[in-house]
């Protein structure tokens, strides 16, 4: 009699003890410390935690429908899990502690297996005390790939992180749960890297039609971003594409956890620079230099959207409508809130380190914000009555912008709403399962912002 090798591995798994990560049945990914230089050079290296050795964790790329598998192995001196953001993936997979899984305890593993069905730009990270998690470093992108690429000569993934460094020491500094970050704006950094350095450089062709995958792993920094020396268009957002590519003619917001693909032709001139700007109150600078290095090719004219993922058809006459209040904060200060079915004072939530609430709910309650029938499309109104703008991240799903007008926006998994602001969303709950719903300025989530929805 032959065993395949799942039978195999039941039979020997009661016989005998396992070493914790002996069996590499699927690729490592390995939750580990590291050194890595993030600041400039003449400062120290930076001790960080990444999946492999280096942040941000290594690139992740198949092709659109594939299957996903990884082996989470945790050397870290914390529990863990991964979240793989803006996958419509199966619950079991989606990496939520309480919700969707156990922590992952130093020395144990846990098999990630999912397959992907949209094409775009994602990432993973971990999604257990997030708010230090993200920080030091557990982040990696997920791209997948289109049947049809689009013509472009580059496909360049960029990944913004903004690191909160001693000046001294350059390591990071380990006031993850203070009161003024978690009640303000979040968790600001002193140093802003892509793909893990300080003003990385790349070496292009004049003329060089490039891909650029932004995404935004910061723990709370908006980025306001624009385009010097390059051309182009948005031509996807939060991996989905856009039905009409957007041309790149001012700034564009990339909220934390958010994303946007930009095709873009250099425009510098031979031996010039073109940059990726942020601005800023006090001015603009450049995240990433793109040396033209060579003679310039001739240019490509127009562009072709990139092919659609196959979503579900979003009706929105006559269906509910569910308001979800943003409470809290800095200047908003909560009256009372909810933890759990007891109500107390804003003054003891300050003392749990709780300042904002969803609803009334200073933390994930214990009925969900809306339990719905699969295939049923709803309107979620969300009303920020903070002083702060929040990025709301729905998981397992992605929704439609509703705009002003009335009529349907881009698909989104993370939406930004600014102070004062109400923005209203369409979501087919297609997906079954237990969702969080949470905002992604990752201090703002450990203290209040945080809720659920689920889908039978
Ligand atoms: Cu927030």
Request: some cysteine; glycine content about 10%; hydrophobic content about 40%.
């Amino acid at each position: 009699m032959t065993l395949n090798r799942r039978q195999f591995m039941q039979t020997t798994a009661a016989a005998v003890v396992l070493p914790s990560f002996g069996w590499a049945s699927y690729p490592a990914l390995v939750a580990q410390e590291a050194v890595q230089q993030i600041a400039p050079e003449g400062f120290s290296k930076t001790r960080v935690w990444t999946y492999g050795g280096r942040v941000p964790g290594s690139e992740i790329r198949v092709s659109q429908g594939a299957r996903v598998q990884r082996r989470l192995s945790n050397t870290l001196p914390q529990p863990t899990t991964v979240h793989w953001h803006g996958i419509r993936i199966d619950n079991a997979m989606d990496g939520v502690p309480g919700l969707t899984q156990d922590v992952v305890q130093p020395g144990s593993s846990f098999d990630y297996d999912f397959k992907v069905p949209d094409a775009g730009t994602y990432w993973y990270h971990a999604h257990n005390r997030s708010m230090e998690q993200v920080a030091r470093g557990l982040y990696g992108p997920l791209i997948v790939e289109e049947a049809v690429a689009p013509d472009v000569d580059r496909d360049l993934t960029l990944m913004l992180d903004d690191w909160r460094l001693d000046p001294e020491t350059a390591q990071i500094m380990d006031d993850f749960g203070n009161g003024h970050d978690l009640s303000h704006a979040g968790r600001l950094g002193n140093l802003v890297s892509v793909n893990g350095r300080f003003d990385p450089a790349y070496s292009v062709d004049g003329g060089e039609r490039l891909r650029l995958r932004l995404i935004n792993a910061s723990n709370a920094r908006i980025f306001d971003l624009g385009l010097d020396g390059l051309t182009g268009w948005i031509v996807a957002l939060d991996g989905m594409p856009l039905e009409g590519p957007l041309e790149v003619s001012d700034r564009f917001p990339l909220a934390p956890a958010q994303r946007v693909d930009l095709i873009v032709d250099v425009r510098a001139e031979p031996f010039g620079t073109a940059n990726l700007v942020s601005f800023e109150r006090d001015g603009s600078y450049g995240l990433v230099r793109f040396g033209v290095s060579g003679p310039s090719k001739p240019a490509r004219a127009g562009i072709t959207p990139l092919v659609p993922n196959q979503m579900p058809e979003v009706l929105v006459e006559d269906t509910p409508l569910h308001r979800m209040e943003m409470q809290g904060g800095a200047m908003r200060w909560l009256d009372t809130a909810r933890i759990g079915e007891t109500e107390l004072s804003g003054q003891e939530l300050a003392q749990l380190g709780r300042f904002w609430a969803l609803n009334g709910n200073a933390e994930r309650p214990a009925e969900p914000f809306l339990d719905v029938q699969k295939g049923t499309t709803h309107r979620i109104e969300f009303v920020n009555e903070t002083a702060f703008p929040h990025a709301m991240h729905l998981h397992g799903h992605h929704f439609r912008l509703i705009l002003q007008d009335g009529t349907l926006g881009p698909w989104r998994d993370t939406v930004l709403v600014e102070r004062g602001q109400t923005r209203q969303i369409a979501l087919v709950a297609d997906n079954p399962g237990d969702w969080l719903l949470h905002c992604h300025m990752l201090g703002h989530a450990a203290s209040g912002m945080m809720s659920w929805f689920r889908v039978t």
